[in-house]
């Protein structure tokens, strides 16, 4: 499988974390990808591919592309034998611009590109994309699509600031400092992050610490589970065990299985950081 990505340029860089082309074959048919401090958009080239947003809903196809705002929970991934796409990892704040909804609408609750830009326009850019000459020039008519679409958002410097702060923190921060920090309300910070990220303030701190939790496993090592728990500033290993079930489905000591499963069946894969085998 092939994976070429790269940070746009200004003011793009500030909204999104990178573009990438995505082309081959997945190691799995199925994957599960544990919810990210990111939201994402793939227009895709190839057949169509599968989302399940959780263990209750139904899985839903995607022939062009679909758009995920900042999940809350784990989603499972349905390719096709061979896939081709290119997409964004925006910021958690960074996809707001680009959409003519509310960003909370799209919690948990993937759509369709389409939905997004309308058909005929996502219908050009497809074929554009599919006419390129390699992954770079598809990036660049990506990134150009971009920045034709990027416009004036309310909100948005306050929340990418405090969105920025909860980062750098890896979450450990409480939600109170924020908004008094930013000079609003509990309440008023909240009702900004549920339309331009999907989610409050808490929800993405959470999010971050888990994510930042996660990247601190090493799966080829023994894990000390209690330390590794006080370290991300869980109250004790048992909250700690409940918010991995919560986010993954699984317990911490099945995820080191999975995660080692993909190592020890695809090493040095290019997708061997994230996303975990589903079948």
């Known amino acids: 499988m092939e994976y070429v990505s790269r940070v746009p340029r200004p003011p793009l860089d500030g909204l999104i974390d990178d573009?990438?082309?995505?082309?081959?074959?997945?190691?799995?048919?199925?994957?599960?990808?544990?919810?990210?401090?990111?939201?994402?958009?793939?227009?895709?080239?190839?057949?169509?591919?599968?989302?399940?947003?959780?263990?209750?809903?139904?899985?839903?196809?995607?022939?062009?592309?679909?758009?995920?705002?900042?999940?809350?929970?784990?989603?499972?991934?349905?390719?096709?034998?061979?896939?081709?796409?290119?997409?964004?990892?925006?910021?958690?704040?960074?996809?707001?611009?680009f959409l003519p909804m509310p960003?909370?609408?799209?919690?948990?609750?993937?759509?369709?590109v389409e939905q997004v830009w309308g058909r005929a326009a996502v219908t050009e850019l497809r074929d554009r994309l599919a006419a390129a000459d390699g992954p770079q020039e598809m990036l660049t008519l990506l990134e150009r699509e971009l920045l034709r679409r990027l416009g004036e958002t309310d909100g948005l410097r306050l929340v990418g600031r405090t969105s920025s702060v909860i980062a750098a923190r890896s979450g450990a921060v409480p939600i109170g400092e924020l908004s008094a920090?930013?000079?609003v309300s509990s309440t008023h910070l909240a009702q900004r992050f549920k339309g331009l990220v999907g989610v409050t303030p808490k929800r993405l701190a959470r999010t971050y610490r888990f994510a930042a939790t996660v990247f601190a496993?090493?799966?080829?090592?023994?894990?000390?589970?209690?330390?590794?728990?006080?370290?991300?500033?869980?109250?004790d290993q048992a909250h700690f065990g409940h918010e991995f079930r919560a986010f993954t489905?699984?317990?911490?000591?099945?995820?080191?299985?999975?995660?080692?499963?993909?190592l020890r069946e695809h090493p040095g894969h290019v997708l061997d950081s994230w996303p975990l085998p589903a079948d």
């Not at 960003?103 to 369709?112: F, H, I, K, T």
């Not at 496993?217 to 109250?235: C, K, M, N, Q, S």
């Open 19 to 97: 573009l990438y082309h995505l082309a081959g074959a997945s190691p799995y048919a199925r994957l599960m990808l544990p919810p990210m401090p990111a939201a994402l958009l793939i227009v895709n080239l190839g057949a169509p591919f599968r989302i399940r947003g959780g263990t209750d809903i139904e899985a839903a196809e995607y022939a062009d592309g679909c758009v995920v705002s900042v999940p809350t929970r784990a989603f499972e991934f349905g390719y096709p034998p061979r896939t081709r796409s290119v997409g964004v990892h925006f910021k958690p704040w960074g996809l707001a611009p």
């Open 103 to 112: 960003a909370a609408e799209l919690c948990d609750r993937p759509v369709a």
């Open 181 to 183: 920090a930013a000079g």
């Open 217 to 235: 496993i090493d799966p080829t090592a023994p894990v000390d589970w209690g330390e590794l728990a006080a370290d991300a500033g869980y109250f």
């Open 249 to 262: 489905g699984l317990t911490p000591t099945r995820y080191v299985e999975v995660r080692r499963r993909f």
